[in-house]
């Protein structure tokens, strides 16, 4: 009987530390990045844009992550939800499976609505993938 309680106890305990649904997406290998959007980068065209959800932020920083191929960024357009913009430069070729550095956002903590990314073209066997994180 004992044994039961502490059986059920601890399986308890390990649904309190799973991740509720609806929760974002954490990046686990970096505390408190949290996934807000991917595109898969073409070769034929030099930019893309991430739309990120209304539910998502507010946040200081943005990363760049790249999976599938290397990517030469230009610079990034951050839009936000209050209608504003900037402009950062990222200038980085950022091999598959590597990631930019931190990019400060201007400001305190800011929703974001959108992230378009501006990009060199190129010849890839398969699209690379690029995902958004916020901190």
């Given at each position: 009987m004992?044994?039961a309680?502490?059986?059920a106890?601890?399986?308890?305990?390990?649904?309190l530390?799973?991740?509720?649904?609806?929760q974002?997406q954490?990046?686990?290998?970096?505390?408190?990045?949290?996934?807000?959007?991917?595109?898969?980068?073409d070769?034929?065209?030099?930019?893309?844009?991430?739309?990120?959800s209304?539910s998502?932020?507010?946040?200081?920083?943005?990363?760049?992550?790249?999976?599938?191929?290397?990517?030469?960024?230009?610079?990034?357009?951050?839009?936000y939800?209050?209608?504003?913009?900037?402009?950062?430069?990222v200038?980085?070729?950022?091999?598959a499976?590597?990631?930019?550095?931190?990019?400060?956002?201007?400001?305190?903590?800011?929703?974001?609505?959108?992230?378009?990314?501006?990009?060199?073209?190129?010849?890839?066997?398969q699209?690379?993938t690029?995902?958004?994180?916020?901190r």
């Amino acid at each position: 009987m004992r044994i039961a309680r502490i059986t059920a106890l601890c399986c308890f305990v390990l649904l309190l530390l799973l991740p509720q649904p609806g929760q974002g997406q954490r990046d686990r290998g970096n505390r408190g990045w949290q996934l807000l959007g991917t595109a898969h980068v073409d070769g034929a065209v030099d930019h893309d844009n991430i739309a990120v959800s209304r539910s998502e932020g507010p946040f200081r920083e943005i990363r760049l992550r790249v999976r599938g191929g290397a990517v030469e960024f230009r610079h990034v357009v951050v839009h936000y939800g209050n209608g504003g913009s900037d402009e950062l430069e990222v200038r980085q070729r950022i091999p598959a499976g590597g990631q930019t550095r931190a990019i400060d956002l201007r400001g305190e903590r800011r929703d974001i609505r959108s992230v378009e990314l501006w990009y060199a073209k190129g010849r890839w066997r398969q699209r690379p993938t690029v995902e958004l994180y916020g901190r």
